[in-house]
């Protein structure tokens, strides 16, 4: 099975998430670096249509402006291009397989597209 995390090295949860997908393995794991290789903003809509749920719900408060902005309650087309002109923003981490996408939080969601 092919997977694709846009990772965070600095956060837990992403470090956790892709510690299941190593573990693995039956798993080929494509892993991005999405601060360094941000998703294109078709991308983005993309996997958060995949994973079934609106960009909003994968805004990055903690440690952001995200709430000062309105973002968690602001329309699609504005969050996603904060998210594209900042990608801080973007709730991590985010893992594609053939299955679906889900934002691993907690991690053990990842499970669910396994």
Request: glycine fraction near 4%; hydrophobic fraction near 40%.
């Amino acid at each position: 099975m092919k997977a694709t995390i846009w990772h965070n090295p600095q956060c837990g949860k992403s470090r956790a998430t892709l510690a299941i997908l190593e573990a693995r393995d039956e798993i080929e794991l494509r892993v991005i670096e999405y601060l360094e290789h941000p998703p294109t903003r078709a991308r983005l809509a993309q996997l958060y249509a995949d994973a079934g749920i609106a960009p909003r719900e994968a805004v990055r408060t903690y440690l952001t402006d995200a709430e000062e902005r309105g973002l968690p309650t602001a329309g699609d087309d504005i969050v996603l291009d904060a998210m594209v002109a900042d990608p801080r923003l973007i709730e991590r981490p985010l893992v594609e397989t053939e299955k679906g996408v889900r934002l691993c939080r907690p991690p053990e969601r990842v499970a669910e597209i396994l």
